[in-house]
Structures are given as structure tokens and as C-alpha cells.
């Protein structure tokens, strides 16, 4: 029994060991992410906190930085490891810093003082109004901790569907917020009645459609999916955006 404690214990002192801190190189990584399912925090220190939901399945650990593997994350917990996937890292896109973490992009949330954050928090509350009242529905916004002091910047929208865009944002002479998105605004109906008329050009063929709905973002050359429903047979239609007018193609 001692020998089995004694071993014990030199596996527990190595992986601490090999824990730190980020390298230098790395100091993009340090924050806390959030997107579509995933959350991740990493400390200065090296600790690391991931979180994980996809299709009713969930997986949590948090534990001590222990290097990289090409993008990837390394995290040794006690006398295990873990990999945090990282398949793009952080990079800077019109003032957010984005990275796309186990096959989701997620969105560094910046610490602010509660003066800009009262600011912040305005403007991210009036562009999701905005949003919904055009039928999106919204998952989170995050502006940069600075815009109060901006008249041009780029905060973040990620929709309930899990698709996430910079959001253009100008503030006026009067503090009038204006906003564009480089993204087609799909209308659920026009788009289920396209699938039908276009199956109806074959003798014989009636069917219902089912998009997402009732409105939703895509950008040009995105592709997702809708179904026909033709009696008891169920078609898959892929949809291609074309431009951001919100011209589709479709192929069944």
C-alpha cells in the first residue's frame, strides 16, 4: 500500500509540475469566451474552465494549463489531461477578438469599468431590440468595452441558431445608433413558398415546406438546410445564399 500512495503521489507532483502559466506568444488566449454551446475562461495564471453542450450531451472540466499541441489546449487535471480543440485562434475582427473553440465561435468578453459598462450594456441592449423586432432571434450581443468613446466600431451578434456576425455600428452627432449587417435577412414564408413552386414544376409533385424561421441571417455562399414533405417522404433541400439582397439557390 505505501509503494501504490508513494506513486500515486509522484504522478499528482508531475502533472502539476508541467501546469503553468501561457506563454508569452500566447497571450491572446487569456479571457472568457463565449459562443454558440461553448464557454471558456482562461486565467493569466493558467487555469483553464471549459464548458460544453451539444444535442443534450454536456461535458465540464477545469484544470491547469500544460501546453500546446499545434492549436489545441492542453489541461492536466490532478493525473489526467484533457484537449481543448481549438480549430482558429484568436484573432481580432473590427475590435472583438474571436476563436472557434471545439467546433464553435465564441466571442472573448473584455472586462469594463461600471461607467463604459452601464454604455456598453445600452448599446447592446438597443441593437438586440433591434434584431428581434426584425424576427431574429438572438442569443447573445457583446460590444467592446470602448464604444462610449467611438463613433465607429463592430460589436458581435450571435443568433440562436449559432451563427455569429460582426455588426457595423455608427453613432451620430445626435448618439443616434446605426447598424448594418453584411448578411442576407431570409423571410421564413418567401422561402418556403420558393421550395414549393419549385416543386411543383414536376407533373404530379405537392409538398410542404419547413424552414427555420421566421426570419434568420445567413452571409453570401452559406448553405444550410430545409425539407419538403411530400406525404409520408421527407426531402432534404439544401439552401444556397447567394448575395445579401437574399436571393437563394436550392438543390434536392
Known amino acids: 500500500m505505501t509503494r501504490l500512495v508513494a506513486a500515486f503521489s509522484l504522478l499528482m507532483l508531475a502533472s502539476v509540475a508541467h501546469a503553468g502559466p501561457l506563454p508569452p506568444d ?15 475562461t482562461i486565467t493569466p495564471a493558467g487555469s483553464v474552465k471549459l464548458h460544453k453542450e451539444s444535442g443534450g450531451f454536456s461535458k465540464s472540466f477545469e484544470g491547469l494549463f500544460a501546453g500546446f499541441d499545434g492549436n489545441d489546449l492542453k489541461v492536466s487535471v490532478v493525473i489526467s489531461s484533457f484537449t481543448v480543440h481549438i ?61 462610449a468613446h467611438k463613433d465607429l466600431f463592430a460589436c458581435v451578434l450571435t443568433t440562436a441558431l449559432g451563427d455569429v456576425f460582426p455588426v457595423k455600428c455608427v ?18 414564408k418567401a422561402l418556403q413558398g420558393f421550395i414549393v413552386e419549385n416543386f411543383q414544376k414536376k407533373p404530379g409533385v405537392k409538398v ?14 452559406d448553405v444550410f438546410e430545409c425539407r ?24 434536392y
Open 87 to 147: 480549430q482558429e485562434p484568436p484573432y481580432l475582427d473590427r475590435g472583438v477578438w474571436l476563436m472557434t473553440v471545439e467546433g464553435a465561435k465564441v466571442l472573448r468578453k473584455d472586462l469594463s469599468d461600471p461607467a463604459t459598462g452601464s454604455r456598453k450594456s445600452t448599446y447592446e441592449g438597443k441593437l438586440r431590440d433591434g434584431f428581434v423586432a426584425k424576427g431574429i432571434s438572438v442569443k447573445s450581443i457583446f460590444c467592446p468595452e470602448d464604444v
Open 171 to 188: 453613432i451620430d452627432a445626435k448618439g443616434t445608433l446605426d447598424y448594418q449587417v453584411d448578411a442576407a435577412l431570409l423571410d421564413q
Open 228 to 251: 419538403a414533405n411530400h406525404g409520408k417522404k421527407i426531402y432534404p433541400v439544401k439552401v444556397t445564399v447567394k448575395d445579401v439582397q437574399g436571393n437563394v439557390s436550392i438543390d
Open 26 to 40: 500566447k497571450q491572446n488566449y487569456i479571457g472568457e469566451w463565449e459562443g454558440h454551446g461553448v464557454s471558456l
Open 208 to 221: 410542404d415546406a419547413q424552414c427555420p424561421g421566421p426570419f434568420i441571417l445567413k452571409k453570401p455562399a
